[in-house]
């Protein structure tokens, strides 16, 4: 909490004064609390939702902060593959080495492990991609109507923001154009792609948001 919104929640007097211009917000998904200006929100605050946080007698309008992502957009710790959405993201490469020449590692190495190899036998068959472009396929043995593979890395195996905002814009337009619901990605351009994971996370959140889409969106960052 800020000095500011600390020192109102703990002054009843200038409490009630500030909350004349400066309403009190809480963040439903972080808990934290923040000051907005009445001028910027004065026109939507009859349909904001109240709650009275608990310990406590003062009651705050309930809004997401700007820090945290929209509510169809979610951040997860786990595995790509357990995800219960309609399609996932794979992160691949520009499809021009033949996908039998290269290790299987990361997340196209689980799918074919779990989900066989269809995928990328009709991957193939697509011929090279552009870079952040996407490409819809069956999803093989795997629970899904389908996957998504995304040119996120160039021939060099390093991803850049764009390839990785583009990538996450063509995947939902994908995901959008056949009528998919819920879609989960991994970390496009983290690890081998030259990304530390917060900050491929920080750039996919940022385009996503940037997005008009009613899709459920996760994005799952590999672990337990």
Not at 69 to 92: F, M, Y
Not at 169 to 193: C, M, W, Y
Request: charged share 20%.
């Amino acid at each position: 909490m800020s000095f500011i919104a600390r020192a109102i929640t703990e002054s009843p007097s200038l409490r009630t004064l500030t909350e004349i211009v400066m309403p009190l917000f809480l963040c439903p998904q972080c808990g934290q609390q923040y000051l907005v200006p009445l001028a910027l929100c004065e026109a939507f605050l009859d349909y904001v939702p109240i709650t009275t946080p608990e310990g406590s007698t003062k009651s705050v309008y309930l809004l997401p902060c700007p820090d945290c992502p929209p509510h169809n957009i979610h951040v997860v710790k786990g595995d790509l593959l357990d995800q219960e959405v309609d399609v996932i993201v794979n992160s691949w490469n520009r499809n021009i080495i033949p996908w039998w020449l290269l290790l299987p590692q990361g997340v196209s190495g689980a799918i074919k492990k779990r989900g066989g190899t269809g995928p990328f036998k009709e991957l193939a068959r697509h011929g090279p991609m552009p870079l952040g472009s996407a490409v819809l396929t069956s999803a093989g043995r795997l629970p899904f109507q389908a996957i998504i593979h995304v040119a996120g890395i160039n021939m060099l195996w390093r991803a850049s923001e764009r390839s990785i905002r583009d990538s996450v814009r063509n995947a939902i337009k994908v995901a959008k154009e056949n009528g998919f619901q819920t879609i989960a990605f991994p970390l496009i351009g983290a690890g081998s792609g030259g990304f530390k994971q917060e900050k491929a996370k920080q750039i996919m959140l940022d385009e996503m948001q940037g997005l008009e889409s009613s899709l459920d969106v996760t994005v799952v960052m590999f672990g337990k």
